[in-house]
């Protein structure tokens, strides 16, 4: 689905998630609105929505003797939505501290060799992207820093800029969960009261907040300058 109608600044947004009534959906629709408003057309992939089925199949499997491969019409028509962004922003929960299957499959899939990568220019070069990814962890817990250390490395180093990404960024919002959640030294699950209330009504308000400051600061950032080689 299209929304705004600038064909100067273009965005695909996608959101991962099962649930039309999750709370990464709802973050997802306010970063549809928030980059409508600012002037993008945006383009709105939900993966569970359109039914993209994330198992790599023999079809859009990479041939690395072929990098010219033509991969299926579904891959094929993903690439061209991805071709077509200037800015792309992916909304998903943290789930084992990387990306939902769904997500994964659909890079796995649609960010295929000769087209996402095995080019001397590939064709994503220049793109700039925000990650915004939904954890349940609370925000002092410890494992918050690993996390980020882990979706920095996973999703900036090896994945975008591996495709020649000229900016990447992973906004990770954690307090994702209305109950908190930690575990214990011996493993145990310790969950909290739900919030309620005007408690739960200032925890959504700041955690919308946080999400949309993570879409101004990519919206008005200029990528770093690509280093010259030697
Ligand atoms: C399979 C699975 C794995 C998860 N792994 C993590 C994790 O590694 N770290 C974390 O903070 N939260 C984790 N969570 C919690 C989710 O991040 C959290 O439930 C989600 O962001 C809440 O948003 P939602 O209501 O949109 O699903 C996990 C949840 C599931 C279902």
Redesign the pocket.
């Known amino acids: 689905m299209q929304y705004g109608s600038n064909a100067s600044r273009t965005a695909l947004v996608v959101v991962a998630?099962h649930?039309a009534d999750?709370?990464?959906?709802h973050i997802g629709r306010r970063t549809v609105a928030q980059m409508a408003a600012a002037g993008y057309t945006v383009d709105v992939l939900d993966l569970n929505d359109e039914g993209f089925d994330p198992r790599m199949t023999v079809a859009d499997q990479p041939d690395w003797n072929d990098r010219e491969k033509v991969y299926s019409t579904e891959v094929g028509a993903h690439m061209h939505r991805l071709l077509a962004a200037e800015r792309v922003v992916v909304v998903f929960?943290?789930?084992?501290?990387?990306l939902?299957a769904l997500l994964k499959g659909w890079i796995d899939r649609v960010w295929n060799y000769g087209f996402a990568y095995g080019r001397s220019t590939p064709r994503l070069a220049g793109k700039r992207i925000l990650w915004l990814g939904?954890?349940?962890?609370t925000a002092d817990?410890p494992?918050?820093e690993a996390?980020q250390a882990m979706l920095d490395n996973q999703l900036n180093d090896s994945i975008a800029f591996y495709c020649g990404f000229s900016s990447s960024t992973v906004g990770l919002l954690?307090d994702?969960?209305e109950r908190p959640q930690s575990v214990t030294p011996e493993g145990e699950l310790l969950v909290g009261e739900a919030i309620s209330g005007a408690k739960r009504d200032a925890h959504y308000t700041g955690f919308e907040g946080v999400a949309a400051d993570f879409v101004t600061a990519f919206l008005t950032s200029e990528p770093a300058p690509v280093a010259a080689l030697p």
Do not use: F
């Open positions: 998630h649930r999750s709370l990464t959906a929960p943290v789930y084992w501290a990387s939902p939904l954890a349940g962890a817990d494992a918050i996390m954690p994702a969960e």
